[in-house]
């Protein structure tokens, strides 16, 4: 899915595909995740992305956050037609700054289809982009770069610690049935740097981020209507994800999750280790979609609460992957005292998601 854990839409290919026509490829917990084969784009695979939230500072202190995200799509139509205007594969983009300044997400998109100089994405490693708005993986570093209409990022990305595989060896599970699964793998604790400009003035920022990349065929069940999802870079190294899948009546669907201290093997939960507990709501002034923005969630008995970097991060992406959901920066707090820093993704709020 996506974040967060899940998944939404996008990518690339101006040749004829070498896979039928009429399937996507399953998901299946014997094909586990392996590098640098999986650091690229998986074109077959209906939904992908490549995604990475983060935590910033200017050199006045300022903090702020940052997102990033690509999507890939395979729409399965026209694969047959010969012509290169068939849109074999899509490709989207969301970027946005969460600054409790303004009070506002800003955020920007943009959408193509691949080819024709427009948008690609490489197989061999990250290298997906749309127009100016790339990200890369250049040696061990990944490079963002977004040209927005009312933003720039020039960010890299330096990894600190080994890759997270999620779920069991990158096999992450999202509902009842086998079916309704993912790859799926993270990049905790990336170390920040590079600048940010609003309004042409440019800031040198320093910071940490997450980064997950995952892709699947049919991560969402049919009963389910959205998810919940946390990535929490912990102080001291550690990392922390969960999730959960909401059916139609808000109740939890499957659930899934890990956590990782710094040094130390991967603890991977069961649905029934996770719960999230809403504890203010926040209605959208423009969408009317009412948000739980802060939350308790309890992960193997651990428990943290969650408080937004500020209330209205809503991104409106109709223009591109055709939903609106919320994505915000918030603070990890144990006992009163924050213990870290990550994103919360909301979807299904607005209307039931629909992949």
Known sequence: MRRRGFLASPILLLAPLAFAADEYPRVTADDAVRFPRDAGAHPAFRSEWWYITGWVKDEDGNRFGVQVTFFRNRPRVAESNPSAFAPRQLLFAHAAIADP??????????????????????????????DSWSLKLVGDNYVATIAARDFQFELGFAPVQSVLLQGHAGFSRKGPSIENASYYYSQPQLSVSGSVAVGGKRASVSGTAWLDHEWSSAAMAPEASGWDWIGINLDGGG??????????????LWAGGSYRASGSATRSFEPGEIQFNPQRRWRSPRTGAEYPVAMRVSVGGEEYALEPLMDDQELDSRASTGTVYWEGAVRALRGGREVGRGYL?????????QL
């Open 101 to 130: 300044r303004v009070g506002t997400l800003r955020h920007d998109q943009r959408a193509s289809r691949a080819g024709f100089g427009l948008a690609d994405a490489a197989e061999s490693t990250t290298d997906v982009w749309i």
């Open 239 to 252: 990392a922390l994800m969960a999730f959960r899948m909401r059916d139609r009546s808000g109740a939890a």
């Open 345 to 353: 993704e909301l979807t299904g709020y607005w209307k039931p998601l």
